[in-house]
């Protein structure tokens, strides 16, 4: 398993593919379970317009070999946001969304915007009609 910062330019292909995922994947569960659709082009055109929220320091964008994508988004010195998190059915249950969330710093030595404990947990938002993976966060270094 190969962790890397995602390169905008060089993996756009990639990030477009898994994204479209996810948002197929969101747009699935939220019509199943809220009667709610999600316009999964026009959700991906706009993310994929300006990626600057997961630049280091304030943020990442983290690819996993071709299986997987992740976005931390630092919100306060002590929290931080997962945004995007996303792994292939095929590499579920491989470590990839874990090693994802652990990832060390970034080219630099910058601080990985933050750290998840372990336990994680699903928000359906329908009134936003978005879905958003949110987790107890921990500074990226120990206090």
């Known amino acids: 398993m190969r962790i890397r910062e995602a390169d905008p330019d060089r993996d756009l292909t990639t990030i ?3 994204w479209r995922e996810f948002l197929t994947w969101a747009d699935g569960e ?6 709610i659709r999600v ?3 026009e959700v991906l055109a706009s993310d994929l317009a300006d990626l600057t929220p997961f630049a280091p320091p304030a943020g990442r964008l983290l690819l996993v070999d071709d299986v997987g994508i992740g976005g931390l988004r630092r919100l306060t010195d002590d ?3 997962i945004k ?7 590499a579920r249950g491989t470590g990839v969304g874990a090693g994802v969330m652990t990832a060390g710093p970034a080219p630099g030595g910058q601080d990985p915007p933050c750290r ?3 336990q994680m947990k699903i928000v359906w938002a329908p ?5 958003k993976s949110e987790a107890l966060m921990m500074p990226s270094t120990p206090s």
């Open 30 to 35: 939220l019509a199943r379970r809220h009667g």
């Open 16 to 18: 477009r593919a898994l």
């Open 39 to 41: 316009a999964v082009e």
């Open 79 to 81: 929290a931080g946001e």
């Open 116 to 118: 998840a404990r372990r």
């Open 127 to 131: 009134s936003a009609i978005s879905m």
């Open 84 to 90: 995007r998190m996303y792994v292939r059915p095929a």
